[in-house]
Nanobody, 125 residues
């Protein structure tokens, strides 16, 4: 059974940084696509970043200069480093995993079968 558990969210000031973690069990990074999404109230789930089949990284244009995805395969943990946080970054952040994704489907949350419970990030001005 695949389980993803996020942590690291919190309440921060604009301009601060946070690092989110996602511990993965029941799924190896090798060959898997691991991603980060977020969802603000009343909005659709938004793609942020992903490791495509544990190789290349892809980012949403609006965050690529501030967010960095990384992973520690030995710890089965995925990370999202978020710098220069803005009020509009306030959302619930989710990690997601899937196997067999194709590149064109990377940014669509509907293609990921495995999700964590989410961690809240609140950025105040």
């Amino acid at each position: 059974q695949v389980q993803l558990t996020e942590s690291g969210g919190g309440f921060v000031q604009a301009g601060d940084s946070l690092r989110l973690s996602c511990v993965v069990s029941g799924l190896t990074f090798s060959g898997s696509t691991m991603g980060w999404f977020r969802q603000a109230p009343g909005s659709e789930r938004q793609f942020l970043a992903a490791f495509f089949r544990n190789q290349n990284t892809y980012y949403e244009d609006s965050v690529k200069d501030r967010f960095t995805i990384s992973r520690d395969s030995a710890k089965n943990t995925l990370y999202l480093q978020m710098n220069s946080l803005k009020v509009e970054d306030t959302a619930v952040y989710y990690c997601a995993a899937g196997r067999g994704l194709i590149l064109s489907s990377l940014r669509d949350h509907r293609n990921y079968p495995n999700w964590g419970q989410g961690t809240q990030v609140t950025v105040s001005s």
